[in-house]
DNA sequence: CCTTTACTTTCAAACGTTCTAAACAGGTCT
DNA sequence: AGACCTGTTTAGAACGTTTGAAAGTAAAGG
């Protein structure tokens, strides 16, 4: 390796002949500085390659202008698009952007505590099924936080105290049950991952459940199957493998719901390898909207998160709280049913 | 939002009755240390949840233990589980991993020296097709750095300035295009992204010249298409899109290699809409070997590449590099054709 | 009782910024 | 000429850590 020059701030000001603080006016666009100063100063910069150390910027700064980003379940592809807007957001307001991804073993307020002190972060935002058990918890961490299409908090947990910001997923889950009832399917089988605690896929449980009860129809517990292999809950592996032990527990069914598109796809390949036609034998449904739900064949009927939105508005929601212009606010989303090729009125 | 007490290593020092450096050698392991001072020191540290301040030590440290992974085509499906490897070595090491996607405008060179100089970072990971036009630009890197699937870098520079680790692109993309001629195909239609410099899509296009010329075979530069939208070039929606315009064309083929499978995934929807059986009237094959692959229907004949294993050994050979225990490489991997269900012997 | 040795611990100087308060020019007004 | 602006610049104290050199302790050796 050949060595390089790492200039700092004060060779900058050195060879300006000027002071150290000049130079910082002239990096951070201070208002008190002369023009010309300034001109000169940035032409040394650019002229030396100057960057200035972040370490030693937070150090001093009392806002590290940084946010952290929270992800339980990677593997879900629907969570992808969300990080790059919030990704964009914070590059529109100049601030960097944490991403830390959660182990299904770890402590989400450990890990949120730990990476928020460490890099004297100003927020926090968590994106996907979180479950908080206690209040006690969540007021240890110190900076703003806001959950986005997180599963339900608890009751007795203070509402000023985080921002929830994701679409009802109860509601939509149970809409989507209704649009397949309303098709003619009785005899729904529905895909869900690990169902303990408020967690998302509890809550597309729940909504499946009301879809049922509201139009006075009995639910068979024998057509819930629970995908859960204890790591990525939403993959197309786990949407595959639970759907051949759907298929070898010999229940009847006309259409399967999974609770996650990635999951969804992963069925559409078990269903169509075991020889079922989709949607002739069996109605396919999934939930999220992601991407590639358009390019299977057949295009896959899900309800679809309006993500981009939800991210951006998390973000900038968050960034206002930080600023303190904002206040804790708790929005719900409306989904869009996608109607597609995977779904069809039951044949008699 | 409720006032916490945020202690330093001062406080904890304060709190023990002993000398702040002793605080810091318990936090760091150091040797010269007695076992009992260590022990209480520790315990203060855990009752008040004291988290070093990770600026202030990578102020002070000559060696902030981060490295940067620069990714370029963030929406390559391809990419999200190399990171995901990268980040699981670099916790291993107790390193820190900073992502930074580079934008299509951006040059990477630039990118690449502000946030190394931002940060401090102690070697850089480059993933994906980025193309190297001179040694001097290179040169102003000023920490080792591993290029991963990358393009060809142009043999005018020095190899042992940097490491590459992958497969031969251009070799393995022969043998698909070789298999395909061997089902008995002629008219092989090729979906390439941008072909200018040495980039992955180029380097894929010429191994499937070479593989015709190996047989004796002419080139119908008709069958050549480009998918190139001016940003994610690997994406399922470029494949549909200019799936479409290749039917539209009107050329005759009877078999599609798609350069990457998310392009080749977009192409199998688009066939299928407009009414094309896959493989009985279009064989179709991809290149990579992503997860996704297998749960289309037909699943998809593509390149594997070892991905999990190029990442790990790309992150290991980095540290090696940065400890200074080893030197550049440049390895080869061999990727593996998997034969599924989209590709099928030519009908007659 | 004074050295030596080995083990612990502390002091204080960095690291590269930002930011407050103070200083400095060069006017303009009494 | 002194007082008072106004616009610009600077010195220097933080910020919270690491680290090498120095200092302190206690046990062992003479």
Redesign the pocket.
Same mark, same amino acid.
């Given at each position: 390796m050949v060595f390089v020059f +790492?200039p *700092?701030? @004060?060779d900058i %000001?050195k060879l300006c002949? =000027?002071? =150290?603080? *000049?130079?910082? #006016?002239a $990096? &951070?666009n201070?208002p008190? $500085? &002369? !023009? +010309? *100063? @300034?001109e000169k100063i940035m032409e040394t910069i650019r002229e030396y390659g100057? =960057? !200035? &150390?972040d370490? %030693? #910027?937070n150090? @001093?700064? =009392?806002d590290a202008k940084a946010i952290a980003v929270l992800v339980k379940g990677i593997a879900n592809p629907f969570f992808t698009s969300m990080i790059k807007v919030i990704e964009e957001e914070c590059k529109k307001k100049n601030y960097a952007m944490e991403l830390t991804h959660i182990e299904a073993d770890e402590d989400e307020v450990d890990v949120a505590q730990k990476v928020v002190k460490e890099k004297r972060l100003r927020g926090i935002i968590f994106l996907g099924g979180l479950f908080w058990h206690s209040e006690d918890k969540l007021k240890k961490l110190n900076v703003p936080f806001v959950f986005s299409t997180a599963g339900a908090i608890p009751e007795n947990i203070s509402k000023n105290l985080y921002s929830n910001i994701g679409v009802d997923d109860r509601r939509e889950s149970a809409k989507m049950v209704d649009y397949l009832i309303g098709l003619g399917h009785t005899k729904i089988a529905i895909l869900v991952s690990e169902a303990e605690g408020k967690s998302i896929g509890q809550l597309r449980l729940d909504g499946y459940c009301d879809a049922f009860r509201a139009r006075g129809m009995e639910i068979n517990p024998r057509l819930i199957f629970h995908a859960y292999d204890g790591l990525s809950h939403f993959s197309m592996e786990n949407g595959y493998r639970t759907t051949k032990r759907i298929l070898e527990s010999g229940e009847e069914f006309t259409a399967l719901f999974a609770v996650a598109d990635a999951l969804a796809i992963g069925a559409s390949r078990a269903l169509m390898e075991a020889g079922y036609r989709i949607p002739e034998d069996i109605s396919l449904a999934g939930y999220d909207g992601i991407d590639m739900a358009n390019y299977i064949t057949p295009s896959l009927t899900t309800m679809r998160q309006p993500t981009e939105e939800i991210a951006r508005e998390t973000t900038k929601l968050l960034f206002g709280i930080i600023a303190g212009r904002m206040k804790h606010q708790h929005i719900t989303y409306q989904a869009q049913l996608l109607v597609k090729e995977s779904t069809r009125a039951v044949s008699h």
């Amino acid at each position: 390796m050949v060595f390089v020059f +790492e200039p *700092t701030i @004060k060779d900058i %000001a050195k060879l300006c002949g =000027v002071g =150290v603080s *000049t130079v910082s #006016r002239a $990096i &951070n666009n201070h208002p008190d $500085i &002369n !023009p +010309e *100063t @300034k001109e000169k100063i940035m032409e040394t910069i650019r002229e030396y390659g100057y =960057v !200035p &150390n972040d370490s %030693a #910027r937070n150090l @001093k700064r =009392v806002d590290a202008k940084a946010i952290a980003v929270l992800v339980k379940g990677i593997a879900n592809p629907f969570f992808t698009s969300m990080i790059k807007v919030i990704e964009e957001e914070c590059k529109k307001k100049n601030y960097a952007m944490e991403l830390t991804h959660i182990e299904a073993d770890e402590d989400e307020v450990d890990v949120a505590q730990k990476v928020v002190k460490e890099k004297r972060l100003r927020g926090i935002i968590f994106l996907g099924g979180l479950f908080w058990h206690s209040e006690d918890k969540l007021k240890k961490l110190n900076v703003p936080f806001v959950f986005s299409t997180a599963g339900a908090i608890p009751e007795n947990i203070s509402k000023n105290l985080y921002s929830n910001i994701g679409v009802d997923d109860r509601r939509e889950s149970a809409k989507m049950v209704d649009y397949l009832i309303g098709l003619g399917h009785t005899k729904i089988a529905i895909l869900v991952s690990e169902a303990e605690g408020k967690s998302i896929g509890q809550l597309r449980l729940d909504g499946y459940c009301d879809a049922f009860r509201a139009r006075g129809m009995e639910i068979n517990p024998r057509l819930i199957f629970h995908a859960y292999d204890g790591l990525s809950h939403f993959s197309m592996e786990n949407g595959y493998r639970t759907t051949k032990r759907i298929l070898e527990s010999g229940e009847e069914f006309t259409a399967l719901f999974a609770v996650a598109d990635a999951l969804a796809i992963g069925a559409s390949r078990a269903l169509m390898e075991a020889g079922y036609r989709i949607p002739e034998d069996i109605s396919l449904a999934g939930y999220d909207g992601i991407d590639m739900a358009n390019y299977i064949t057949p295009s896959l009927t899900t309800m679809r998160q309006p993500t981009e939105e939800i991210a951006r508005e998390t973000t900038k929601l968050l960034f206002g709280i930080i600023a303190g212009r904002m206040k804790h606010q708790h929005i719900t989303y409306q989904a869009q049913l996608l109607v597609k090729e995977s779904t069809r009125a039951v044949s008699h």
